[in-house]
Each structure stands twice: as structure tokens, then as C-alpha cells.
């Protein structure tokens, strides 16, 4: 809209520099302030040298980042279809109206909220051998209590527990404003064709879930990909590394080895193994066949 | 709001399976709270007897006899509300900037602004570290605000929300002599109060519980939020009080949070959904 | 003075055209209705008028003054909008102060106005309510009353009565003219139903095309439309235009023509002047009558649908040769279709059309 005699034409820039301001500043400039960094070898407090491509080099025969990349694509292949599958069939059942479905639907949103270090406080208490929920049950059943967070082969699952407990909520609701986009009359033309409850819902009710499956499976894998507060505080990556994400060995390579320039280089990485996960994901999702 | 399966009950396959659910869901809860309410010596001796009484409000008493806890709960307080104040001020200015006014490069900056939703926090905060470092503001209150008003998200949920708003009310109020200004304060902005209120609350949030920045930035005992001294407590507590009062300082920074999330339940989900779908 | 002149407007929206060289001179105290179908750029007109849209070429002026550079805030106008545009989380008196506060009109003026605008237009009771707790046709007085108040030179009314349900646009095109008597200003008022400008304006100005058809008092626009596409638009229903030719024999100073199933029609149109071929017979219903069998007629139609009003019925039909043809009869006509009927053309009433649509019409009785 533009009216005769606006002053002058540049004067709305005045609204936008503000936050122009901080984001360049803050988020731009340190963007491609890091992708300098990955050339050099640098520490946290100055002091660099250029050195090319040799930490990119470096990461491609480091045998701990390589193991780093593996635990972290198996938590996401853990976690994001068993979440899918979980939220999917909650957002389901309580798609209803009344006050019991609403409260459930809170109680399963809650975990949400609170924030990584609660979540990883509460879980440490659930599966420690020592003092753990589980560990009680376990007792109580005469079973030995299950060693979750320090079995090379638990902790990876200990994670993965942990962090579907903590993210069905988001999922959930975003099935749930998906399922309320269809029409009613679908169900109703099912109905009259005398379609069972299990073909309505393999031939209505997924189909139209498309979107919103794909939407949830790419979100997920983009935030279980960069996996860190459980990994760091539930089992330090241990042991041996054996449940460390990629995300850990950054803070370590920064905050532990101030090793600020290979660090970055494994950021740079990480961005764009997150991107081409992502447009895969997209680009196979728009290839599923429609309803 | 029920759509399809409304209409059918609930078969008990599914109520079984939501009740299952809600166990698992609950059970890690009530067991938190449970420990929190014993004393510390019972549980070192046996972590059962959280099953049974005695009961303590001891280690609360604990905490609130102050306590680097109410220090934390503070510094998270004054972050998150400078965040959300911060964020709410230059993206509502932003998003009418946008939506409403016409400049040059207009939209080459909002396809600027717009490619910055994807980018991952990894990318940035190493160099951000380094740059607050040579700016001395790390274990400082702006040095933990700044980072959190540089997100795009808010400019894009203003912008699409001062969209929706008829333009003309633009135009009445062009007619009626006010200034850009004058038009974005008295007209438009009292008209976004539902999105300042969801992004406002899911700022809030997402400030409260944020880790990663806070870790790495404040690095003293007495600048640390909430969330990060939960993390120091839990990486201690052998050393510490023990484990009811671990439990209970869980407790505590919970409840803040569940407040909010009582009063703010629908702007939540719908302010979480929006970013999601962006 | 005039009060408004438009000199030679000219926009596009990048390549499309949009107003094409429009200028009209405006007198105080007018009533002036904008009338056309959409897309003949009427609505752009007056936003121009109101400083919403800028021109590529031509000026505005306001009792002289050029006002095209202004901001719409400092013309001197103010506009009620189609949908009222009403700040609705402002009071009512907040949404007509709202102006004048901007403008740094001293408090006791403000409150001196508003409840004179708020007396006038029977909303006094409303001041302390917000417009969504009032019913379509008081916030359409709100937001008159919030032009009012600026004590403007002009007001802009933008598709006023388009809004409202049929019982409420009478009342409101009567209220609209009371208003009128009791305001000091010139009133432009866009429309596209021709029986709003008709009742309500001084002069209406018929634009299609991007161009203005025609300027003129709505009398004259209805007896003299100055082309076809302004002898269809206005008059409801619409002109019947038949092909015809000019009898070259016959006498005199006016024209006959005859039309395609043969009949012959004299006119009192002059015959000098007028081109030879490519002509029409304008004929508005109210002049063609149904006569009963027997009866003198000049011509015959079978008909094809009857509307019956009440107070009058309407015909339409075809003439031998396939020409659509509008009569009318009595309100108690017993015509049903497919009948054939004798049809009384009114010939002195009749206008002729040349190639170029332009209109020639009867010479006004003494």
C-alpha cells in the first residue's frame, strides 16, 4: 500500500532495522564467521591459523567422530518411528471430545515443558541400578536391577526412552490438528460402504495424515539428530563413548579440548548432513502416493 | 473440534493401551515427587522407602531457606522475561515493518530473515561464543538475553499475523492523519494481542529451558539459570545433600514452569504447531 | 470556485491500464455519484481522490489547491469505506476522536464535535460501546460520523449501501439524503447500482472502460444517454437496441427508421447530422406497450417471459425477425408465454444509436 506523499520511502526501514540489526550481528555474522573458523586452527580465546581443509580432513579418519555419527543416526532410527508410531496412535484414541480425553491429552503433553535437565534428573532416577524406580521394581519382582546407564548396549536405548518419553507431546498435537482436518463426510461415506474400523483407517484416515506424518518424521529426525542434554547429563556418552551424539563430541572438542576450529568443522558437517536429511526426507515424502 | 473417530467410542483395546500410556507418563512423575518428599538418609540407606511414610517437606524447607536455587530461579526469571520483552518489541516492529510498509529491498530482507529458520542452533553458537567472549559479555544478564532476540521465528509469526489484519484499518487511519507510528501503536498493535500473548509464552519457554547457551555462557555458579543449575546439581549430588533434596529442587523448578503451562496450555500447543509448520 | 477539479488522471498497475485521461470539475456542495460496473475504475478514482492510491500523470485539486501530493490525512477529505473500517478495539467515540486527536484538535472541540455528529446520527447511546457490539447499520453511522467530525471539504462514500440487506438500503438511501441537506461539504459516491444514483446524486458520472461515459444530471443521463453502453446501464430493465436503417423517403425534418421485421417507427429525432448506415433503435420498455388484438399496433412479438410487478408487467419477447424486445402492460396483463402480442412503439420517445454508439436523441418539447 503505498499512499501519495509517504514522506519518504525509506522511513519503514526504521521498524525492521532493530531486529535486522541483532540478526545479522548474531546470527548471520557468526554463520559465516564459522565456516572461516573450520579453516583454521583455533581456540576458544584467539590465537589462529589457517590450515584449509586439513580439519574436514581430520574428521573424515577421526574413528570417534565416525562413532559419533553412528550412535547418533541410531538414536534417531530408535527414536523417530517409535515416536511416530506412539504419538500417531495416542493423537487417535483421544481425538475426542469431553473433558477425560483433555486431561489425557494434557497429562501426555506435559513432559514437554520441562526442560532437558529436569527430564534427564527424573530419568536418572528411573533407571539407575542404585536408587532407580525401575531398579525397585526390578527388586521387587527378584530380578536383578537392569545396569541402563552404563552398559554399553543399554545406554543407547536408556536414551532413546528417555527422550521418547520426553517428546510425545508435540507430535501428538500435531497429529491431532491433522486428524481434525478431515472431513467428516469421508467417514460417513465409509460408514455407508460398510467399511470396517481398520480399513477406514488404512484407506481414510492415513492417507489424509500424509502431511503431517511427513512433517513429524522430518522434524523429529532434524531435532534427534542434533541430541545433546540427555546424552551429556544421563550417560556422559559412555561408557567409552558408546552412546556419545555427534553434538556431545562438538562440546567436548570446544568446552573440553578448546579445539575451536575442528569443533566448528564438525558443526559445519552436522548442518549440512541435517539439511540433506531433511530434503531427502521431503523429496521422498512427495513421492508417497496421495490418498 | 472432534472430527472422525468422534463418533465412534473408544474401543477398550484403546482404552487400555491410553491407560498403559498414561502410567508410563505419570509414573516417572510421581516418582520424582515422591522421593523429593523423604528425607536423605532413608533413601541413601534404601530408595524404596519412597514407597512408604515417613513423608518430609524437609528438603523444601531446605531450598527455600535460600539457597543458590532461589539465586538460579532468579537469573531465570530476569533472562526469560528480558527475552520475551525483547523478542515481542523488535518482532512486532518487524513483522508491521513487513507486512504494512513498503521500502526498498523489501523483500530481499524477508526472504532474509526467512532463510534463517534453518539454521540449526549447532552452526552458530561456537562462533557466538567466541564473539561474546571478545566482547566480554559472557556471565552477564544481556549476554544471555542477546542470543535469544536474534531467532527469525517471531518476525515470521508477526509478519504473517499483521497480514491477516484488513488493510483497511490502514487506510481509515491514514485517512484519520496518523503516522506510521502512530498507526502501528494505537491501531494495528492492540489488534495482535493473541500472538503476542502465544509467542510471547512460547518465548518464554523456550528461554526458560534452554541449555546449551546458558551452559557455555555463564560459567559462574551465581549466573546460572534454572536449567543449567539443575544440570551442576545432578552432576554433583554425590557431594550434595542427597537425593531427596536433588529431587525436590526438580520439583521446584517444575513448578514455575507447570504454572505457566496451566495458564497458557492453548498457546502453547498452538504457538509449538505454528513453529513446527512454519 | 469549483471545489474539486480532476485534471487528465491517468494510472496503471504496471502494464494494465486503469484510469485512461479522466478529468471532471466538481461544484460545492455536489452530491456526485461515481456509477459503473467493476473494473471501470471508479473505486481507484476515488481512492485517488482520497490520497489511498498516487497517479502516474494528471492533478487533483481542491478549491484550488493541489492536493495529489498530500497525504491523505492533510487533503481535507474523509471516507466512509465499504465495510466501515472501524478500529475495533476503540470505543465509539475513541474511533470518531481518533482523527481529531492526531490532528491535535483541543479536547473541549473534540467533544464538542463528536456529540454533535453523535446527536445528529442517533448514536449518542452508543458512545461507550465498541463497534462489535453494534448491529451493521449503527456502525455504518459510526463511520459516517467519524467522517463528519473532521468537518472534511469533501466526503468520499465508498459502495455505501451495497452492505445492507434490502429494507435497510431504503432506509439508509433516505437517511443518506437527509444527511446530505444537513452536511456543508461535497459528497462522491461510488456505486454500481444505477438505481442508488439515481435517487440520491446532483449529477452522476457514468464511467466504463477506464473512461467516463457520461456527465450529467440523472434526468438527463436517463433521456439522453450519450452512448449505448450508458443507454443500457441505467434504466432498469434495460434499453432495447434493434438495428435499423433510415427511410430515405420519408418527409420531413425527423428521422424514420425501419427495423428488421419491417416495421416502420418515426421518430423525433433530427435526421440531419445523423450517419446513413449502421444505426439502432433505442427503445426503453416503458415506451413499447402491449396492445389488445385489434387495436392499432406496429408490430408483433411472441413472448418469451412475463414478470408481473404488481403495478406493472413486464414483457420480453421477439420481434418477427429474432430482435429481443422489453414491453410493458398493465399491472393485471393476462399476456402469458408464447403468445403473440401487438406491441405500440412509442417512436417520439425512441433514440437512434449510431456506428460508434454515440446517441442521438429526440429534440426537447417547447
Not at chain 1, 532434524?222 to 556422559?236: E, K, M, N, S
Request: glycine fraction near 8%; proline fraction near 5%; aromatic fraction near 10%.
Amino acid at each position: 500500500m503505498t499512499g501519495a506523499g509517504m514522506r519518504n520511502r525509506w522511513g519503514g526501514i526504521a521498524f525492521v532495522a532493530p531486529f535486522l540489526l541483532v540478526y545479522s550481528f548474531l546470527l548471520i555474522y557468526p554463520l559465516f564467521n564459522g565456516i572461516l573458523l573450520s579453516f583454521h586452527n583455533a581456540d576458544l580465546f584467539g590465537g589462529e591459523r589457517w590450515i584449509g581443509l586439513a580439519n574436514y580432513s581430520r574428521l573424515l579418519q577421526d574413528p570417534t567422530f565416525h562413532q559419533s555419527l553412528l550412535n547418533t543416526f541410531k538414536l534417531a532410527l530408535l527414536i523417530v518411528p517409535t515416536l511416530t508410531a506412539i504419538s500417531l496412535a495416542l493423537a487417535l484414541a483421544l481425538n475426542k471430545p469431553g473433558r477425560t480425553p483433555a486431561i489425557f491429552r494434557g497429562l501426555f503433553f506435559s513432559s514437554s515443558v520441562l526442560s532437558v535437565t529436569i527430564v534427564t534428573l527424573i530419568w536418572r532416577f528411573i533407571l539407575t541400578p542404585d536408587a532407580g524406580l525401575m531398579a525397585e521394581v526390578a527388586e521387587a519382582l527378584g530380578q536383578e536391577p537392569i545396569p541402563w546407564l552404563s552398559h554399553p548396549d543399554l545406554t543407547i536405548p536408556a536414551l532413546a526412552i528417555t527422550t521418547i518419553w520426553w517428546s510425545v507431546g508435540l507430535p501428538m498435537m500435531l497429529f491431532l490438528a491433522g486428524l481434525q482436518q478431515i472431513p467428516e463426510d469421508m467417514y460417513e461415506a465409509a460408514a455407508l460402504d460398510r467399511a470396517g474400523r481398520w480399513t477406514t483407517f488404512r484407506r481414510i484416515t492415513l492417507p489424509s495424515l500424509k502431511r503431517t506424518t511427513i512433517l513429524v518424521v522430518m522434524l523429529q529426525t532434524a531435532a534427534q539428530l542434533q541430541i545433546f542434554g540427555q546424552a551429556q547429563l544421563l550417560t556422559a556418552g559412555g561408557p567409552s563413548g558408546a552412546s556419545r551424539p555427534v553434538v556431545l563430541y562438538i562440546y567436548e572438542a570446544s568446552f573440553g579440548r578448546w579445539e575451536l576450529g575442528y569443533a566448528t568443522a564438525l558443526a559445519e558437517v552436522l548442518f549440512m548432513l541435517i539439511i540433506a536429511v531433511t530434503l531427502v526426507q521431503y523429496w521422498a515424502g512427495t513421492r508417497v502416493k496421495d490418498a | 473440534m472432534a472430527a472422525g473417530s468422534s463418533r465412534r467410542s473408544m474401543s477398550p483395546l484403546a482404552w487400555v493401551g491410553v491407560g498403559i500410556g498414561a502410567l508410563l507418563m505419570a509414573a516417572p512423575l510421581l516418582w520424582t515427587l515422591l522421593l523429593s518428599l523423604k528425607a536423605n538418609a532413608e533413601l541413601m540407606r534404601d530408595s524404596g522407602t519412597a514407597f512408604s511414610a515417613p513423608y518430609t517437606l524437609e528438603n523444601y524447607a531446605s531450598i527455600l531457606r535460600g539457597n543458590m536455587v532461589f539465586r538460579w530461579l532468579l537469573n531465570s526469571v530476569i533472562v526469560s522475561l528480558g527475552t520475551t520483552l525483547g523478542v515481542l518489541a523488535l518482532c512486532s516492529l518487524a513483522g508491521y515493518g513487513f507486512a504494512r510498509l513498503e521500502f526498498p529491498f523489501r523483500r530481499t530482507l524477508f526472504v532474509f530473515v526467512l532463510l534463517g529458520l534453518a539454521i540449526p542452533e549447532q552452526a552458530v553458537v561456537l562462533p557466538q561464543h567466541r564473539l561474546f567472549a571478545d566482547l566480554g559479555l559472557h556471565n552477564s544478564y544481556p549476554g544471555l538475553i542477546l542470543p535469544g532476540l536474534a531467532g527469525p521465528f517471531g518476525v515470521f509469526f508477526m509478519t504473517q499475523y499483521f497480514r491477516a489484519i484488513p488493510r483497511e484499518l490502514d487506510e481509515a487511519a491514514m485517512l484519520d492523519g496518523a503516522s506510521r507510528f502512530t498507526t502501528f501503536w494505537k491501531v494495528l498493535l492492540p489488534l495482535t494481542a493473541p500472538a503476542q500473548a502465544t509467542l510471547g509464552v512460547f518465548t518464554f519457554l523456550a528461554s526458560w529451558n534452554s541449555y546449551w547457551w546458558p551452559l557455555i555462557s555463564a560459567t559462574r555458579g551465581d549466573m546460572f539459570t534454572l536449567t543449567v543449575g539443575l544440570a551442576s546439581s545432578q552432576m554433583n549430588y554425590a557431594q550434595t545433600s542427597g537425593l531427596g533434596f536433588l529431587m525436590a529442587q526438580a520439583v521446584f523448578a517444575s513448578i514455575p514452569i507447570f504454572i505457566v503451562y496451566l495458564l497458557f496450555q492453548k498457546q502453547i500447543v498452538k504457538a509449538m504447531a505454528g513453529a513446527a509448520v512454519r | 470556485m469549483p471545489s474539486l477539479e480532476l485534471e487528465n488522471i491517468r494510472k496503471a498497475y504496471g502494464e494494465t491500464l486503469v484510469l485512461d485521461d479522466v478529468s471532471l470539475t466538481m461544484e460545492a456542495r455536489e452530491f456526485i455519484a461515481f456509477l459503473g460496473p467493476s473494473g471501470s475504475g471508479k473505486s481507484t478514482l476515488l481512492r485517488i481522490i482520497a490520497g489511498l492510491e498516487t497517479l502516474d500523470s494528471g492533478e487533483v485539486r481542491l478549491e484550488g489547491q493541489r492536493i495529489d501530493g498530500l497525504p491523505p490525512g492533510e487533503r481535507g477529505v474523509a471516507m466512509v469505506f465499504q465495510h466501515y473500517a472501524l478500529y475495533p478495539h476503540m470505543s465509539v467515540y475513541d474511533n470518531m476522536a481518533f482523527g481529531l486527536r492526531n490532528a491535535k484538535v483541543p479536547k473541549e472541540e473534540i467533544e464538542t464535535r463528536v456529540a454533535d455528529a453523535a446527536r445528529v446520527l442517533e448514536i449518542e447511546e452508543h458512545l461507550q460501546k465498541k463497534p462489535g457490539q453494534m448491529s451493521g447499520g449503527q456502525r455504518q453511522r459510526v463511520a459516517i460520523g467519524r467522517a463528519i467530525v473532521k468537518h472534511p471539504r469533501i466526503f468520499l462514500l465508498d459502495e455505501p449501501l451495497s452492505n445492507l440487506d434490502a429494507a435497510l438500503r431504503m432506509r439508509t438511501r433516505v437517511e443518506l439524503a437527509q444527511l446530505r441537506q444537513k452536511v456543508d461539504a461535497a459528497v462522491i459516491m461510488v456505486t454500481h447500482d444505477q438505481a442508488e444514483a439515481m435517487t440520491l446524486a446532483d449529477r452522476i458520472v457514468v464511467m466504463n472502460d477506464r473512461k467516463i461515459q457520461q456527465v450529467g444530471p440523472p434526468m438527463e443521463i436517463y433521456a439522453r444517454p450519450a452512448n449505448t453502453f450508458v443507454a443500457r446501464f441505467v434504466g432498469s430493465p434495460a434499453m432495447t437496441l434493434a438495428p435499423a436503417t433510415l427511410v430515405a423517403e420519408a418527409a420531413g425534418e425527423h428521422a424514420t427508421v425501419r427495423i428488421g421485421d419491417g416495421a416502420v417507427i418515426a421518430t423525433r429525432v433530427p435526421r440531419a447530422g445523423l450517419p446513413e448506415t449502421g444505426l439502432e433503435l433505442g427503445l426503453r420498455p416503458e415506451n413499447v406497450r402491449v396492445v389488445a388484438a385489434g387495436e392499432g399496433s406496429d408490430t408483433t412479438a411472441k413472448v418469451e417471459l412475463v414478470e408481473r410487478l404488481g403495478e406493472r408487467t413486464l414483457i420480453y419477447g421477439r420481434l418477427a425477425d429474432g430482435q429481443p424486445i422489453t414491453a410493458e402492460d398493465e399491472g393485471f396483463s393476462r399476456v402469458r408465454i408464447d403468445d403473440n402480442v401487438g406491441l405500440r412503439i412509442g417512436g417520439e420517445a425512441a433514440h437512434i444509436f449510431g456506428p460508434d454508439g454515440s446517441g442521438h436523441h429526440a429534440e426537447a418539447s417547447a
